[in-house]
């Protein structure tokens, strides 16, 4: 006697191979046409402050004009009891660059695969992370030599907000 199959492996089989690997194409292009949206505004995380502290690590990068970079961002549990957080994709990070009015003027979007993922900070403990500001890529612009703000963000899922230091980008003319 031979096993029956399961539900999902009698779908499966009813579906033509072909309509199989369109809608798995189907939502493969999604995900990608998902990536090259222009960034929505961030949201500002509600609820009441987090005991965490989100920064980019140093006191501010310097970069030439026209050049990707990369910048650490860390993430660190201020309180006196573990925090649990939410990620919904491999990323845990993202920056925006504002100029000093505040308006926001570019904020990489990158390409996460999509994890669930909880971990938990203890007390005291560090996530640390780099993110990547590469030109040509969605949500990033070319930045004229001045001095901007980048502001860390932090992509889980999550009631409160932590509390965000910021730190001086200064882009210099090429030599």
């Known amino acids: 006697m031979s096993p029956r199959p399961s539900r999902l492996r009698a779908l499966r089989s009813a579906l033509p191979l072909g309509l199989r690997y369109a809608l798995a194409l189907g939502f493969i292009t999604s995900a990608v046409a998902c990536a090259q949206q222009p960034p929505a505004k961030r949201e500002t995380p509600v609820g009441p402050p987090m005991p965490l502290e989100l920064h980019i690590v140093g006191d501010s990068v310097v ?22 957080l939410m990620f919904m994709s491999a990323c845990s990070f993202d920056i925006s660059v504002t100029n000093a009015a505040g308006e926001e003027l570019a904020r990489p979007t990158p390409l996460c695969l999509s ?6 900070l203890e007390p005291g403990e560090i996530m640390e992370d780099s993110v990547a500001y590469t030109i040509g890529e969605p949500g990033v612009a070319r930045l004229a030599p001045g001095e901007y703000v980048l502001i860390p963000g932090l992509l889980a899922m999550s009631e409160g907000r932590p509390t965000v230091r910021n730190t001086r980008l200064i882009v210099r003319a090429k030599p």
């Open 63 to 84: 970069v030439d004009a026209d050049s990707s970079f990369t910048v650490p961002v860390r993430l660190r549990n201020t309180g006196t009891a573990p925090v649990t």
């Open 115 to 120: 994890v669930i993922r909880e971990p938990t």
